[in-house]
T-cell receptor, first 112, second 112 residues
Framework: EAQVTQNPRYLITVTGKKLTVTCSQN?????MSWYRQDPGLGLRQIYY???????DKGDVPEGYKVSRKEKRNFPLILESPSPNQTSLYFC???????????FGPGTRLLVL | RKEVEQDPGPFNVPEGATVAFNCTYS??????FFWYRQDCRKEPKLLMS???SGNEDGRFTAQLNRASQYISLLIRDSKLSDSATYLC?????????????FGTGTRLKVLA
């Protein structure tokens, strides 16, 4: 089944404790992206990747890191999480930058 | 002013009604347009792409008006299962590539 998976789906952590949210797609998509969704603000792009080893900042990259060592995986790293990073996070992928994006199920993160 | 604007609603309509949403965008260089559906903080799922000539998929019709810079979604014969938030997505050039811009969504409630 073609899909985008994210783990964990739910996470409660404390300020400053490094965490990684994994994202994997099995559709051989080149383009992958991370978004956060907050009430009243819609989806905002954190980072995106055009292909392996090619990543770039989105609109709200501060406090996040990403890597793209393999085509299928695009982990999101929070080196030192803070409460303002409490949000709903979505990973998405598509064949190209103008193509339909497919979203993972989301990760709910609470930073205390 | 937001780059992509939607009426947040909610639009409360009875079953069987016809309902229409508009979405305006500010960047005339925008290339691709989509409507996504999102259920209660789950992942967004593509409802339909929007083509210049307009397109229809069953009870759903999408239109693009480039001159006035808006896209629309018409839902005929509304079902209870149509209750969701509808996200307008615009893809436009940025720094040699493209960028997806999401509206904050229009909430639809179909009432029995």
């Amino acid at each position: 089944e073609a899909q985008v998976t994210q783990n964990p789906r739910y996470l409660i952590t404390v300020t400053g404790k490094k965490l990684t949210v994994t994202c994997s797609q099995n559709m051989n998509h080149e383009y992958m992206s991370w978004y956060r969704q907050d009430p009243g603000l819609g989806l905002r792009q954190i980072y995106y990747s055009m292909n392996v080893e090619v990543t770039d900042k989105g609109d709200v990259p501060e406090g996040y890191k990403v890597s793209r060592k393999e085509k299928r995986n695009f982990p999101l790293i929070l080196e030192s999480p803070s409460p303002n990073q409490t949000s709903l996070y979505f990973c998405a992928s598509s064949f190209g930058i103008q193509e339909t994006q497919y979203f993972g199920p989301g990760t709910r993160l609470l930073v205390l | 002013r937001k780059e992509v604007e939607q009426d947040p609603g909610p639009f409360n309509v009875p079953e069987g009604a016809t309902v229409a949403f508009n979405c305006t965008y500010s960047n005339s260089a925008s290339q691709s347009f989509f409507w996504y559906r999102q259920d209660c903080r789950k992942e967004p799922k593509l409802l339909m792409s929007v083509y210049s000539s307009g397109n229809e998929d069953g009870r759903f019709t999408a239109q693009l008006n480039r001159a006035s810079q808006y896209i629309s979604l018409l839902i005929r014969d509304s079902k209870l299962s149509d209750s969701a938030t509808y996200l307008c997505v615009v893809n436009r050039p940025r720094a040699g590539t493209y960028k997806y811009i999401f509206g904050t969504g229009t909430r639809l409630k179909v009432l029995a």
